[in-house]
């Protein structure tokens, strides 16, 4: 596989403009960027897809939309996930379902959009479709599924979700849920890690070839799930402990257990994941008012009071605009990786429409940003094409290997 990988490299793609390549470059980068394989692991975007209100198959703006095919076009990038997200609410039985509901409905979204706009996307669901749609130029839509818990305590419907497409499973989101505990769960530990149930749906998912993502999930399920999985698993939207204090990210122990697996952690383009924010600005405490009313008050809110809350986010940026970021920051994350574990084992994931975005990678467009700083700093071709693309790949043809060995 990998042998096939560097032989396409080499064959590189007929990409669009770029815009992220700054003045003064020299090409390099532009050159290293469309000759990679380039995916990005997880994007939010469907949640906008459900609300109508986006058309991904036109150009728009960001910050309001960072993820649409004609941006990932001019961007270079080959492939990405959609996730099918799902906040975690009280699991009651109907909430479940609602979920369940919700679930299927972005997935459904997905399909409609990729058929509407069938000349620039597809829907893909196999590690080489990458490979055959880069050559028709056509960006590869794979779906992921944020959080289980649409799932459940009903195991068949990991199997049932493969079946519409699904290749990954983030096994929680901001709270515990039936399969695992979450990293920012107020109310802390419940299983001790995974749970009993958790531990057979990382069985099932391991035996579906679907990969077991480990961003959200606390550490010591994180440490469970390793232990467990038969084949490398990975953090679709993860950074590093060690730069930006954020329990979401991964301490040093778990990047070295997660290498040792044969896994990647794929770098997210959150502020707060990136960099710690300042604390002591206006900003900051507006936005954590807002936090707590999404931590203690969400689930039992009206959509009209959602809204409100939903406006007054989006509003913050207007009032007390925030120093985001930038791709050195985040490349900063890259680098730590490279030094801990190696080059083999990080690679990239936004988290676009979903929280990600920084000063100079606003949307999909501006990502070639992050292949200029990796020249920059250094990185050969062979290293940028590994962080682009090919060890998420590697890790996913793995998981999909051993079930045809079984
Ligand atoms: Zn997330």
């Given at each position: 596989m990998i042998k096939a990988f560097t032989v396409l490299l080499a064959v590189g793609g007929l990409l669009a403009g770029f815009k992220g390549f700054g003045e003064g470059q020299d090409g390099k980068a532009e050159a290293i960027h469309r000759r990679a394989i380039t995916v990005d692991t997880h994007c939010d975007t469907p949640m906008a897809l459900v609300r109508g209100n986006l058309d991904v198959g036109k150009k728009n703006e960001a910050p309001g939309s960072r993820v649409d095919f004609p941006r990932m076009k001019e961007g270079g990038l080959d492939a990405i996930f959609f996730a099918a997200f799902t906040g975690q609410r009280p699991r009651t039985a109907e909430n479940t379902?609602?979920?369940?509901?919700?679930?299927?409905?972005?997935?459904?979204?997905?399909?409609?959009?990729?058929?509407?706009?069938?000349?620039?996307?597809?829907?893909?669901?196999?590690?080489?479709?990458?490979?055959?749609?880069?050559?028709?130029?056509?960006?590869?839509?794979?779906?992921?599924?944020?959080?289980?818990?649409?799932?459940?305590?009903?195991?068949?419907?990991?199997?049932?979700?493969?079946?519409?497409?699904?290749?990954?499973?983030?096994?929680?989101?901001?709270?515990?849920?039936?399969?695992?505990?979450?990293?920012?769960?107020?109310?802390?530990?419940?299983?001790?890690?995974?749970?009993?149930?958790?531990?057979?749906?990382?069985?099932?998912?391991?035996?579906?070839?679907?990969?077991?993502?480990?961003?959200?999930?606390?550490?010591?399920?994180?440490?469970?799930?390793?232990?467990?999985?038969?084949?490398?698993?990975?953090?679709?939207?993860?950074?590093?402990?060690?730069?930006?204090?954020?329990?979401?990210?991964?301490?040093?122990?778990?990047?070295?257990?997660?290498?040792?697996?044969?896994?990647?952690?794929?770098?997210?383009?959150?502020?707060?994941?990136?960099?710690?924010?300042?604390?002591?600005?206006?900003?900051?405490?507006?936005?954590?008012?807002?936090?707590?009313?999404?931590?203690?008050?969400?689930?039992s809110m009206s959509e009209d009071e959602k809204e409100v809350v939903r406006k007054k986010w989006r509003g913050l940026d207007d009032l007390y605009p925030k120093q985001l970021p930038t791709v050195a920051d985040y490349v900063d994350h890259i680098d730590y990786v490279k030094k801990l574990v190696g080059v083999d084992y990080v690679g990239i994931g936004s988290d676009f429409d979903g929280g990600g975005g920084l000063a100079d990678c606003a949307d999909v467009s501006e990502m070639p940003n992050i292949t200029a700083e990796m020249v920059k700093r250094g990185y050969t071709e062979e290293e940028i094409a590994k962080v682009w693309g090919e060890n998420f790949f590697r890790v996913f043809t793995e998981a999909v290997k051993a079930t045809a060995n079984n």
């Open positions: 379902q609602e979920a369940y509901t919700l679930a299927n409905k972005m997935i459904e979204k997905t399909y409609e959009v990729c058929a509407q706009y069938s000349e620039l996307a597809e829907v893909a669901t196999a590690p080489e479709d990458v490979f055959r749609l880069e050559k028709e130029g056509k960006r590869a839509i794979y779906i992921g599924m944020e959080n289980g818990f649409p799932i459940g305590t009903e195991l068949e419907r990991v199997e049932e979700f493969y079946n519409k497409g699904v290749r990954y499973i983030t096994l929680c989101h901001s709270s515990n849920n039936d399969i695992c505990d979450s990293s920012t769960d107020i109310k802390g530990s419940e299983h001790n890690g995974l749970s009993t149930f958790g531990k057979q749906v990382v069985k099932e998912m391991n035996r579906l070839g679907m990969l077991v993502d480990v961003s959200h999930i606390s550490d010591k399920a994180f440490f469970d799930v390793v232990e467990l999985s038969e084949v490398p698993v990975f953090a679709s939207h993860s950074s590093v402990r060690a730069i930006a204090h954020h329990n979401r990210n991964m301490t040093d122990e778990m990047i070295k257990a997660l290498a040792k697996n044969g896994g990647v952690i794929q770098i997210c383009l959150l502020d707060d994941y990136v960099k710690d924010p300042d604390t002591t600005t206006v900003r900051y405490q507006k936005e954590q008012d807002l936090r707590e009313i999404f931590s203690s008050q969400w689930s």
